[in-house]
T-cell receptor
Framework: DSGVTQTPKHLITATGQRVTLRCSPRSGDLSVYWYQQSLDQGLQFLIQYYNGEERAKGNILERFSAQQFPDLHSELNLSSLELGDSALYFC???WGTGLSFSTDTQYFGPGTRLTVL | DAKTTQPNSMESNEEEPVHLPCNHSTISGTDYIHWYRQLPSQGPEYVIHGLTSNVNNRMASLAIAEDRKSSTLILHRATLRDAAVYYCILREITSNTGKLIFGQGTTLQVKP
């Protein structure tokens, strides 16, 4: 158990819909990361938040957005869903100094499996 | 981000050592070498990291070539639970973002 929790575990929805994925980081961790894992693209970094502020963006679609709340939990919002958005979405957290993350260990949650029909 | 190259798959027998190679010929002097693994149906987990010297921890050892253009993750006695995808990732020392850039990784099969 990494200490990172994600809800829900599974989500089945229809094209065009909007969903929210939730992540609670390990106690004390300030950084939250979102990753997408699909069969054809592998594991891809989407976005990082550090202490409530966006720190880095990866290949995140404009239809997707995220935020980190004052209690440090994070939500990933996916809207206008398409079939190709079906994937595993992982959240990870790390302590992070805010200055350098080069030796920072990330702890991953169990993921949310999103199926878009 | 500097690129890493790993074999797509490797096989090992249970209780034997496993050497998982990673090439990173364009590595810069400020890149740390990290290894993560992903067990079936789980999120990735941290294994080990190093900069220049060889490193050991309870999970594995990391051997880094003198020119740092390659490294090897060593599992001293493979168990069935070590069957996973292993990712070699470079992270810049001055990076102000913690993002991990995953490649295809090496799928390790462990035979009983």
């Amino acid at each position: 158990d990494s200490g990172v929790t994600q809800t829900p575990k599974h989500l089945i929805t229809a094209t065009g819909q909007r969903v929210t994925l939730r992540c609670s980081p390990r106690s004390g961790d300030l950084s939250v990361y979102w990753y997408q894992q699909s069969l054809d693209q592998g594991l891809q970094f989407l976005i990082q938040y550090y202490n409530g502020e966006e720190r880095a963006k990866g290949n995140i679609l404009e239809r997707f957005s995220a935020q980190q709340f004052p209690d440090l939990h994070s939500e990933l919002n996916l809207s206008s869903l398409e079939l190709g958005d079906s994937a595993l979405y992982f959240c990870a957290s790390s302590w992070g100094t805010g200055l350098s993350f080069s030796t920072d260990t990330q702890y991953f949650g169990p993921g949310t499996r999103l199926t878009v029909l | 981000d500097a690129k890493t190259t790993q074999p797509n798959s490797m096989e090992s027998n249970e209780e034997e050592p496993v050497h998982l190679p990673c090439n990173h010929s364009t590595i810069s002097g400020t890149d740390y070498i990290h290894w993560y693994r992903q067990l079936p149906s789980q999120g990735p987990e941290y294994v080990i990291h190093g900069l220049t010297s060889n490193v050991n921890n309870r999970m594995a050892s990391l051997a880094i070539a003198e020119d740092r253009k390659s490294s090897t993750l060593i599992l001293h006695r493979a168990t069935l639970r070590d069957a996973a995808v292993y990712y070699c990732i470079l992270r810049e020392i001055t990076s102000n973002t913690g993002k991990l850039i995953f490649g295809q990784g090496t799928t390790l099969q462990v035979k009983p």
